[in-house]
């Protein structure tokens, strides 16, 4: 039990307040679902404890569908601050996948209400009248009994708090009403990490402002650690370690590890504080993350794969630093709400909410699959993803989320690799909100423009001109790109009939007859050069800029070729040169010895 009480503490407390951690890419839930995306979203219970505004995330649009091992670019906003003197800060990036032909109290979905699933077996498998399975789950139904019949871990720091707690480890410092669930999460696992019983969750990335935690979350991460369970009655299932367990008459039973590699632990990225926005680098903070395969998700080889990524924002500060245990409670508390200091032999009044000293925020995608890569599509191919993110809506009506841009906008890849053309969106992100084509509709497509500051695409002429390099080879795929494959489209001259033609649902010209998700496939990008391309639809200068850079370079740079190209050239003058000072030192009156006695550096070999 000792060991559990120098765990790293991430807490967090409910406060309705324009704050806190937001993913833009893949698009980010914040508990939303299929509600209206221009107001708050229905319900903040639906699947974890965000401890976000209620304006943030994004509606649900189609599942993604990424390959195997493909790279993905996360990225986030977080408001409180990062990498920075100002407070302790840490990141992390966490996975889980779950097989679409398992038992439905353990299938990974989105679901088709908004409603919190009930808290039985019932609820967990219960379908709608399509026969879809009706509520969102991510955590499955058995890892949720756990938690909530497993006592918490009365070593933890909870300041002043203990008296207002519950037994369950749904009940926390933050939370401390332990009926009050989230969707299938165990409270204690959302708020503490590296968590000490087994989880669903797999970790991708720590990112800290400690890089002497590093060693800790590296060997204490349950891809490498094995965790232990209390095994037997549900009366001996409460019992949180190994003592209690075996005394009554429970197995103190052992889960073993995901056998993975330990996560990445990097530096935590800057970004200041009261700002939801970008970091240092001037776009959001982001992370490239290689996907899993088939070795770690066995139905990847079904391409029956449905995933979630979470992101966990865990900030403090240096009065309740991370290692402080129980023996730092109630009186002995280093922080008290609301309290009076002295200053100059006055009082003066503090906010200080014990709740939110050492808090977590979180936010979550939703569902995407996982799929086998294509025939022909080799395991060692580099696959890149580039998607949209954002909705629909001017800067103000769309915060704390983002206005359209493609993620990422700025890609550099390699002659032979691939790059998979896909996003999604919804038809319900807001009615009345700033944006071109049919209200409400998100809407992205491809063109490709000379530079980025044109705001024309390139003509048919211009791109098939000698000497002009195409974005996309195929004029298939040009095509495809530009106009997502809608049928049933009116003319021009249709068009300029109708007076309300940006809402006619066959104006092609504005995508109004594309789905909300689109595929454009996996292209090998062979054509070296700089690209620069936009939508056409969102790209509404000067309202709004959607555009983006592909670099495709030369499996090696041109320096690199030209240094193979002279150092062959310089490998047979070396052996010429060796023979000639050979030939000379054997033959001192010749014309070489006099040639050689005249270059410096050789006249001394």
């Known amino acids: 039990m000792a060991r559990l009480l120098s765990v790293l503490v991430l807490l967090s407390v409910a406060v309705s307040v324009y704050c806190d951690i937001y993913m833009h890419g893949p698009r980010g839930c914040n508990n939303r679902n299929n509600e209206d995306g221009g107001g708050g979203r229905n319900n903040g219970n639906r699947l974890f404890r965000s401890e976000n505004n209620g304006n943030g995330g994004y509606c649900w649009g189609p599942s993604l569908s990424y390959y195997a091992g493909s790279k993905l670019m996360v990225e986030w906003t977080n408001q409180h601050g990062c990498g920075s003197p100002n407070l302790q800060c840490n990141l992390v990036l966490q996975y889980l996948c779950a097989d679409d032909n398992g038992a439905p109290e353990e299938v990974v979905r989105d679901g088709t209400t908004t409603d919190t699933i009930p808290r039985n077996l019932a609820g967990a498998q219960a379908v709608d009248e399509k026969g879809q399975l009706k509520y969102g789950m991510n955590e499955n139904y058995y890892y949720y009994a756990n938690c909530t019949n497993r006592n918490r871990n009365k070593g933890l720091f909870v300041a002043d708090q203990q008296n207002n707690m519950g037994n369950s480890a749904q009940s926390t410092r933050q939370n401390t009403n332990q009926g009050n669930t989230y969707g299938y999460e165990c409270g204690e696992e959302a708020v503490y990490y590296p968590y000490w019983h087994p989880s669903p969750w797999k970790d991708i990335v720590v990112f800290t402002n400690s890089k002497d935690q590093c060693k800790y979350y590296k060997k204490e991460s349950q891809n490498v650690m094995d965790k232990n369970y209390c095994d037997g009655t549900p009366d001996q299932q409460k019992f949180n370690n190994e003592n209690e367990c075996k005394s009554n008459g429970g197995n103190w039973a052992t889960q073993k590890s995901w056998g993975l590699d330990a996560p990445e632990c990097l530096p935590a990225p800057f970004n200041r504080d009261n700002h939801l926005g970008n970091g240092a680098s001037g776009f959001t903070n982001t992370y490239n993350w290689t996907l899993p395969t088939q070795k770690e998700e066995s139905c990847v080889g079904s391409s029956s794969c449905s995933c979630v990524l979470r992101i966990r924002y865990n900030v403090s500060t240096a009065e309740v630093n991370w290692n402080l245990d129980s023996t730092s409670n109630g009186v002995n508390s280093p922080v008290t709400g609301d309290p009076y200091v002295m200053a100059g032999g006055s009082n003066l009044s503090l906010a200080i909410d014990t709740n939110e000293y050492g808090r977590t925020f979180q936010d979550r995608s939703f569902i995407f699959k996982l799929i086998a890569r294509p025939s022909g599509v080799s395991d060692s191919a580099t696959i890149y993803n580039l998607n949209v993110r954002g909705k629909r809506?001017?800067?103000?009506?769309?915060?704390?989320?983002?206005?359209?841009?493609?993620?990422?906008?700025?890609?550099?890849?390699?002659?032979?690799?691939?790059?998979?053309?896909?996003?999604?969106?919804?038809?319900?992100?807001?009615?009345?909100?700033?944006?071109?084509?049919?209200?409400?509709?998100?809407?992205?497509?491809?063109?490709?423009?000379?530079?980025?500051?044109?705001?024309?695409?390139?003509?048919?002429?211009?791109?098939?001109?000698?000497?002009?390099?195409?974005?996309?080879?195929?004029?298939?795929?040009?095509?495809?790109?530009?106009?997502?494959?809608?049928?049933?489209?009116?003319?021009?001259?249709?068009?300029?009939?109708?007076?309300?033609?940006?809402?006619?649902?066959?104006?092609?010209?504005?995508?109004?007859?594309?789905?909300?998700?689109?595929?454009?496939?996996?292209?090998?990008?062979?054509?070296?050069?700089?690209?620069?391309?936009?939508?056409?639809?969102?790209?509404?200068?000067?309202?709004?800029?959607?555009?983006?850079?592909?670099?495709?370079?030369?499996?090696?740079?041109?320096?690199?070729?030209?240094?193979?190209?002279?150092?062959?050239?310089?490998?047979?003058?070396?052996?010429?040169?060796?023979?000639?000072?050979?030939?000379?030192?054997?033959?001192?009156?010749?014309?070489?010895?006099?040639?050689?006695?005249?270059?410096p550096g050789l006249n001394r070999i």
Not at 451 to 463: A, F
Not at 519 to 539: E, H, K, P, Q
Request: aromatic share 8%.
């Open 393 to 599: 809506g001017n800067i103000v009506q769309v915060y704390p989320r983002v206005e359209y841009d493609f993620s990422p906008n700025d890609l550099s890849v390699t002659t032979g690799d691939y790059i998979h053309f896909q996003w999604t969106g919804c038809d319900n992100s807001g009615g009345g909100q700033a944006g071109e084509g049919l209200d409400a509709s998100d809407r992205s497509n491809i063109v490709q423009i000379a530079s980025l500051s044109h705001n024309y695409p390139m003509s048919d002429t211009e791109i098939n001109a000698k000497g002009v390099s195409k974005l996309f080879e195929n004029d298939a795929d040009r095509t495809n790109l530009a106009l997502l494959g809608q049928e049933g489209c009116l003319t021009y001259d249709e068009l300029q009939a109708d007076g309300n033609r940006d809402q006619n649902k066959n104006n092609c010209a504005k995508l109004n007859a594309s789905p909300a998700y689109f595929n454009g496939g996996l292209i090998r990008m062979n054509n070296t050069g700089s690209f620069f391309y936009m939508s056409s639809r969102n790209n509404n200068f000067s309202n709004r800029t959607q555009k983006g850079t592909i670099v495709v370079k030369p499996v090696l740079p041109t320096y690199a070729i030209a240094l193979i190209v002279v150092g062959g050239v310089v490998g047979v003058g070396a052996a010429a040169t060796a023979g000639t000072v050979a030939y000379a030192k054997k033959n001192p009156s010749s014309g070489a010895a006099g040639f050689i006695a005249k270059v």
